[in-house]
């Protein structure tokens, strides 16, 4: 049972209404792993500068993840982002983007990455997505996430790559555009129709919905009073499906429709726990009784009883 994701691994410097940090670890295939490591192995593969350190690396090992395909360039700077929120929590404003190591980055996966059951190719160059999927022919289920950037520069290449993929995971807006189509559930089948059998629209506060070739589902994000930091909420949501599905498939289960529900729930569920604090502090030490809580009280939020009503 394991999954190998390829992405960035990055210092951040984030401010919100709530707060603000200079310097901490994130990026998407930090976010990732750290949600999906509740579940399943997980193999993080990604390029780093020397300034990447011990307390980075302690991090990710203290959650059991195997940071052997960390490639450290020697004299390099690892990836920087820096972004702001304002009171609309929905909409990252990005204020620099330093791609340093990641500029060059050619992705060669060791044979345990390779092997993995499940591979998430997180937001980086579909150029490159497409090379690390090339390498995973094993992979029982892959998933792709993208972002505007790409979509402006990279629209074609992008299109090839979801060609390759089970499922697509990104903003309604960028389902949009991507598309050109301003209705989303046409927008999604229109994906479907490239080849992926599951289309994820992630909606910020309103939640995420699932579209799949007969189906739809839908959930609303977790009611939380405290949001501190959206960052990484969406590879937090990557994190909690795919890890799941990876166990499932562990299981020798079939992944059908029911499946698919249960994880867009573990999705949810660990995009509500990102959110509560800066960067990866609230989900880095997390507690699985927490997350088999927070399961069950989506199960309430969302369950209703049918009962004979007459209409008239
Ligand atoms: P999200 O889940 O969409 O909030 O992803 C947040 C993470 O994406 C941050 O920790 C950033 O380091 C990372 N990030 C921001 N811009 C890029 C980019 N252009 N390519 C790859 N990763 C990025």
């Known amino acids: 049972m394991s999954l190998a994701v390829v992405g960035s691994i990055a210092f951040d410097a984030v401010k919100t209404p709530f707060g603000e940090r200079e310097r901490m670890l994130g990026g998407s295939a930090v976010h990732f792993s750290l949600a999906s490591s509740f579940f399943t192995d997980v193999h993080i593969v990604g390029p780093v500068g020397d300034d990447f350190g011990p307390d980075e690396y302690a991090i990710l090992e203290r959650r059991s993840i195997d940071t052997s395909g960390i490639e450290t360039i020697e004299g390099g700077k690892t990836f920087f982002w820096r972004g702001h929120y304002e009171y609309d929590l929905n909409t990252a404003h990005t204020d620099d983007t330093q791609l340093n190591v990641f500029g060059e980055f050619q992705p060669k996966l060791h044979d345990d990455a390779k092997n993995a059951d499940v591979l998430f190719l997180a937001n980086i160059q579909p150029d490159l997505q497409r090379a690390v999927r090339e390498q995973c022919d094993s992979a029982k289920f892959v ?11 990279a629209k074609d290449s992008l299109v090839e790559t979801i060609k390759l993929v089970d499922a697509v995971f990104m903003n309604d807006a960028e389902i949009r555009q991507l598309t050109g189509q301003s209705n989303l559930v046409k927008a999604a089948r229109e994906l479907l129709e490239l080849g992926p059998r599951l289309v994820i629209a992630k ?10 070739k007969g189906g739809f589902f839908a959930l609303p994000a977790y009611p939380l009073e ?3 930091d959206p960052t990484g909420a969406g590879d937090s949501f990557a994190g909690g499906f795919l890890g799941y599905v990876a166990q499932h498939i562990a299981e020798g289960s079939e992944l059908d429709e029911h499946s698919f529900r249960r994880a867009m729930t573990y999705g949810s569920t660990m995009a509500s726990f990102n959110v509560e604090n800066f960067g990866t502090e609230r989900v880095r030490d ?21 009962v004979a009503v007459s209409y008239r």
């Open 286 to 306: 997390l507690t699985g009784d927490e997350i088999g809580e927070r399961f069950t009280g989506f199960k309430q939020i969302t369950h209703f009883e049918e």
């Open 226 to 228: 405290d949001v501190i």
């Open 203 to 212: 909606q910020g506060e309103y939640g995420a919905a699932l579209f799949s």
């Open 143 to 153: 998933a792709l996430d993208s972002m505007n950037l790409w979509i402006d520069i």
